[in-house]
């Protein structure tokens, strides 16, 4: 079956912009996670989505948002984007996103984003 | 302090040898525990998930988790440079499902 697909792969933007990323979880998977990854930080939660409604957040300001729609797919939005913001941001999508070795997140191949 | 603290390496070892890949945790509550394999331009993806303390085996691939010491290791056997990529520890906490913390990463790279 397809995996999780993110679109765009690539994208630059410059300060102060805002930018959406898309995220399309393995087909039957309702539960949609996001995550930044950088050289200095490695890879951080941003949030959790499960049936369109936020379920889990890490420690992000408010300028970092997301939604998921009634089909699983995901957005994330980020406003005001500031140059700490250039990272590669992956989605993970599971069936459930519960604790157990079943229900495994699969991730994508993530969105590289370049702020300028 | 990081919740979960990983060498990031990088560490290079001839083709047929045994690696072992360590990370250490602080938080008590953590209770399930992976290595996730990430190949450059790539996604990382699980490899061994683990529940608790002990042993799990996999082909090549040895994971282990000592509760007592917060101490999580990754073994693999007869390395091939196949596996050259980088290994991510990770943990979460019994009620979060979701929120995955993960450690910096290390950069393996297996010569032929």
């Known amino acids: 079956k397809a995996g999780v697909t993110q679109t765009p792969r690539y994208l630059i933007k410059t300060r102060g912009q805002q930018v959406t990323l898309s995220c399309s979880p393995i087909s039957g998977h309702r539960s949609v996670s996001w995550y930044q990854q950088t050289p200095g930080q490695g890879l951080q939660f941003l949030f959790e989505y499960f049936s369109e409604t936020q379920r889990n957040k890490g420690n992000f300001p408010g300028r970092f948002s997301g939604r998921q729609f009634s089909n699983s797919r995901s957005e994330m939005n980020v406003s005001t984007l500031e140059l700490g913001d250039s990272a590669l941001y992956l989605c993970?999508?599971?069936?459930?996103?519960?604790?157990?070795?079943?229900?495994?997140?699969?991730f994508g191949p993530g969105t590289r984003l370049t702020v300028l | 302090q990081k919740e979960v603290e990983q060498d990031p390496g990088p560490l290079s070892v001839p083709e047929g040898a045994i690696v072992s890949l360590n990370c250490t945790y602080s938080n008590s509550a953590f209770q399930y525990f992976m290595w996730y394999r990430q190949y450059s331009r790539k996604g990382p993806e699980l490899l061994m998930y683990?529940?608790?303390?002990g042993n799990k085996e996999d082909g090549r691939f040895t994971a282990q988790v000592d509760k007592s010491s917060k101490y999580i290791s990754l073994f693999i056997r007869d390395s091939q440079p196949s596996d050259s990529a980088t290994y991510l520890c990770?943990?979460?906490?019994?009620?979060?499902?979701?929120?995955?913390?993960f450690g910096s990463g290390t950069r393996l790279s297996i010569r032929p």
């Open positions: 683990t529940y608790s303390s």
């Open positions: 990770a943990s979460r906490h019994y009620s979060s499902a979701s929120k995955i913390i």
């Open positions: 993970a999508s599971s069936l459930r996103g519960l604790p157990s070795s079943t229900d495994t997140q699969y």
